[in-house]
Structure formats: structure tokens, C-alpha cells
């Protein structure tokens, strides 16, 4: 057993302290919790055991031994993907809706343990808003993990007294976004992996198992078939380390190029255009950043978020420079007096449908709902595309894959069969 010493606040506001023999921090909290107390300071007390050190407190220590700069890496928090934070919201949410006031339920969240999102973080926010912050004010302190989006939309579930409900619908949004990325990812990532397979393939025939056949191939005087000479040339190529170490450098150049040219404002803006534009997967693209733009500016501003500082967010999100570019525009003409849908047509960027759903959005008095039913359209469509765009690619790769194969055999075939008649007729000549 250790003994803990604690400051806590009764429901009343009223401070008491005291000792605690448990075996260790956690014990200590829940028993404050079971007092009905909220948890001030808990430190383990001066003459007392030492608690067993936690996985956190290890790590912690451990990078004691580092440099600095690498020991700010080591303690900075992972910044959560979109299922892991709307799991979080989802649980604190619910917490809520049972009835538990906001700082025992961010008690709970710390033994909860969301995936993605440490304790601390819990225990931090618990921290907090027991010392007199609001939610929001407490999660803007934690930038890494709470974004610019995330903290509006809670302050602004506080100030209009809604806040389970924002968090519901917070949890919904990022699972929403979790989906569809998931759903792009794989229709990108699947033909990917079969291309790079298919690629590694042909170099192990050509390496090692091509190498066996060319020795039957020399000496013979008559004059080889074109695809043979062509695939024996290509494995002469990759198998002289001269050529190989040609190549490795030739790659890393090109890649510091490209990564410098990607890194520029040109080359950011060039990119960007092109994967709105570029054939197939620019479709694709396009309908999931339109209809991240419109979900992500739909929930804001049905939150109570005001439309300028929802615009801004949004701006913030989307990953396209394009598009960042057009919403700044547009941000700038509403702070004017301009509708919402008269600068996004005038951007020239965002598509005709949108921009009248919004404009009659506007006309009716709701902007949220429009862009709802705008996102709902592309998420639909988005998803037809993938299934399309699969359908498309499994027999093109397939075909393309029986067409390199093909062609290492006949390679091969056709000196096998050259070889043949060349020895049928030395021996017929006899």
C-alpha cells in the first residue's frame, strides 16, 4: 500500500484535503471519485511507498537520456486520426447524456482509454476545467490533438447550452470523414500494391530466372528474335551493379527534385490543379474535397459557428491549395456584405450544383441543410465512382499484367523454338 495525499472540491466549491492508502494514483482517484469529490492535486505523500511507475511515467523518464531536441519529439503527442477522435467524442458524449456532470465524465474518459488518444489528455481536460476553464478553452490548450474546428464547435455547444448534442454530432462528423477516406485510400492503395507485385514479379524472372536460359542462348551464330535480344538487354541491365547504382542515384536526385518542387508555392499550386484535373482519379478527388468542403462548413455553421469564422476552418482543412485559394476569396467577399454563393461561382472552381443548392439554401434560410444535402449528393456519387473506378481497374491491370507475361514468354519461346530448328538442321545437313 502507498499513501497519497489530495486536494479535491466538494460539489459546493468547498477545498478539503487528506491522506489516502492505496496501492496506487488510479486507486486513489476513483476512491476521491466514490467520495463524490472532484480530484484538485493527487501526489504521493512525502514518507510514503512509492507507486509502481506506469508505461507513461517509463517513457517519460527514458527520455531523460535524450537530446532536446529529440526529447520534444518524444513527448509531443500523436495527433489522432479521424475513428479514433470521433470514438472519444462518441464516449464523452454519451458520459453526458447519462447524466454525469462534465468533470466526472472527463474523469471516467481517463480509464476508458480511447485508442489514439492518451489518458493524459483526459486527466489534462479533467484538470482544467476543475480549475475554473471552459471545455473548449481547455481543448484549444491541446492544439496537437483538438483542432481549430473541434474547439468552435464545442464553445459553441457551451455558449448555446448544447454541448452533448454537439459532441453527437461532432463524433458523427469525424466517423462520416473516417468512412469515405477509408473508401479512397483503398480504391488508391489496391491498384498500387498489385502494380507493385506485378513489377517485382518481372524482376525476379528477369534477375534469376532468366539468367538460366541465356546460357543456352550463347554461341548460337543465327541471329536472335527482336523481343529476346530486347529482354536480354533489359537483364543485362538491371543485373551490372554500374547500371543498378546509375539508377539508385538518378531515383534519389529525382526525388529530392520532386520534393523540392512539391514543397514550393509553383509546385504545391501545380499539383494541386492536376489532381482536380488529371483523368479517372481527378474525378474522384474532386467529389470527396467537395464534399468535405460542404460537410465540414454544413457542420460549423449548423453549430452556431458564424459563417466567417466557419469559412476560415474550412480553409484550414481542405488539403488543396486550389481550392484554399477560392474559399479565401470568398471569405473576403462576405466580409464585403457578399452572398455565399456569388463568390464561390465567381471562383470558377467549386461546381454549378453546389453553388445553386447553396444559393437556394440562402433564399429559404438555410445554408446548413443545403450544404448537407450537398455533401450527402457527393458522398453518394463519390462512392458510386469508386465502385466504378474498381470495377474498371481490376480487368485493365489484369490484362496489362497478362500482356508482360506473355511477352517473357514468347521471349523465351521463341529462341527455344530458334534453337530447335537451328539443331534440326545441322543434324539434317549431315
Known amino acids: 500500500m502507498a499513501q497519497f495525499s489530495y486536494k479535491a472540491r466538494k460539489r459546493s466549491g468547498e477545498t478539503v484535503s487528506g491522506i489516502l492508502d492505496v496501492n496506487d494514483r488510479g486507486a486513489a482517484l476513483a476512491q476521491i471519485d466514490r467520495m ?9 505523500a512525502k514518507g510514503g511507498a512509492a507507486a509502481t511507475p506506469g508505461k507513461a511515467e517509463i517513457s517519460i523518464s527514458f527520455t531523460k537520456f535524450l537530446p532536446p531536441a529529440l526529447r520534444e519529439v518524444a513527448l509531443r503527442p500523436r495527433q489522432p486520426n479521424m475513428q479514433e477522435l470521433a470514438t472519444f467524442t462518441q464516449q464523452l458524449a454519451n458520459l453526458i447524456k447519462a447524466g454525469m456532470p462534465l468533470t466526472a465524465a472527463l474523469n471516467s474518459m481517463t480509464y476508458l482509454g480511447s485508442k489514439g488518444i492518451p489518458a493524459e489528455v483526459a486527466k489534462q481536460l479533467r484538470q482544467d476545467v476543475t480549475e475554473g476553464r471552459s471545455l473548449s478553452d481547455a481543448m484549444a490548450k491541446q492544439p496537437v490533438i483538438f483542432t481549430d474546428m473541434y474547439v468552435n464547435m464545442v464553445r459553441a455547444g457551451e455558449q448555446s447550452g448544447s ?36 513489377f517485382a514479379m518481372v524482376v525476379v524472372f528477369i534477375v534469376f530466372i532468366l539468367p538460366t ?58 499539383l494541386d490543379r492536376w489532381k482536380l484535373k488529371a483523368p479517372l ?87 446548413p441543410g443545403a450544404l448537407r444535402s450537398v455533401a450527402e449528393s457527393y458522398e453518394s456519387d463519390l462512392n458510386t465512382t469508386l465502385r466504378v473506378l474498381m470495377n474498371l481497374i481490376e480487368p485493365v491491370m489484369i490484362i496489362g499484367i497478362a500482356i508482360v507475361v506473355v511477352f517473357l514468354l514468347l521471349s523465351v519461346l521463341q529462341a527455344m523454338f530458334m534453337i530447335t530448328s537451328s539443331i534440326g538442321e545441322s543434324f539434317g545437313g549431315r
Not at 463524490?36 to 504521493?44: Q, R, T
Not at 468535405?292 to 480553409?315: C, D, Y
Open 36 to 44: 463524490g469529490l472532484f480530484p484538485v492535486a493527487v501526489e504521493a
Open 213 to 270: 536460359f541465356l546460357s543456352l542462348f550463347q554461341g548460337i551464330k543465327a541471329e536472335l528474335p527482336a523481343s529476346t535480344r530486347l529482354l536480354i538487354g533489359i537483364s543485362n541491365f538491371i543485373r551490372n551493379p554500374a547500371y543498378l547504382l546509375t539508377m539508385a542515384l538518378v531515383a534519389v536526385a529525382g526525388s529530392i527534385v520532386f520534393l523540392r518542387f512539391r514543397a514550393s508555392d509553383v509546385g504545391r499550386r501545380m
Open 163 to 198: 454541448l452533448q448534442e454537439v459532441l453527437r454530432r461532432l463524433a458523427e462528423h469525424y466517423e462520416r470523414f473516417a468512412e469515405v477516406r477509408s473508401k479512397v485510400q483503398s480504391a488508391l492503395i489496391y491498384p498500387m500494391i498489385v502494380v507493385l507485385v506485378g
Open 281 to 367: 482519379f481527378g474525378k474522384v478527388m474532386r467529389l470527396y474535397l467537395f464534399g468535405q468542403f460542404a460537410r465540414t462548413l454544413g457542420t460549423l455553421m449548423q453549430n452556431g459557428v458564424s459563417v466567417l469564422t466557419a469559412l476560415k476552418i474550412t480553409e484550414q482543412v481542405l488539403p488543396n491549395t486550389i481550392l484554399k485559394e477560392a474559399i479565401a476569396k470568398t471569405r473576403e467577399a462576405v466580409t464585403d456584405g457578399k452572398t455565399l454563393a456569388q463568390p464561390l461561382a465567381r471562383s470558377q472552381v467549386f461546381p454549378q450544383l453546389m453553388i445553386d443548392l447553396i444559393r437556394i439554401g440562402e433564399e429559404t434560410g438555410d445554408v
